[in-house]
């Protein structure tokens, strides 16, 4: 197999509290990019699920906002229970 090599910039703390995660499980930080750049050609996708500020992916947050602009969101989750299953099932 020829490699090559691969050089790029991050901010210092990116880069110390990211290593400190991929060391804790059981990774080097080569080990780690080889992995996600691995996943990205397998499946054909980046192995991340991109969540709002609100902590929904755009899917769930769409149905959020469309049950929010019906009003149907405020007639249905009166209690702590009825959020919570709102959200699992999100």
């Known amino acids: 197999m020829i490699s090559t090599t691969f050089h790029f910039r991050l901010p210092r703390k990116l880069k110390k509290d990211a290593q400190a995660v991929i060391e804790k499980n059981g ?3 080569p ?6 750049l691995a996943h990205v050609v397998a499946r054909g996708t980046i192995p991340l699920q991109w969540i709002s500020v609100n ?9 959020v906002l469309a049950q929010i602009e019906k009003g149907d969101i405020v007639k249905t ?10 959200v699992d099932a999100l």
């Open 77 to 86: 989750l009166t209690t702590d229970d009825a959020i919570s299953a709102f």
């Open 31 to 36: 080990s780690a990019v080889r992995l996600f």
């Open 55 to 63: 902590g929904f992916t755009e899917e769930a947050e769409k149905k």
């Open 27 to 29: 990774l080097d930080m």
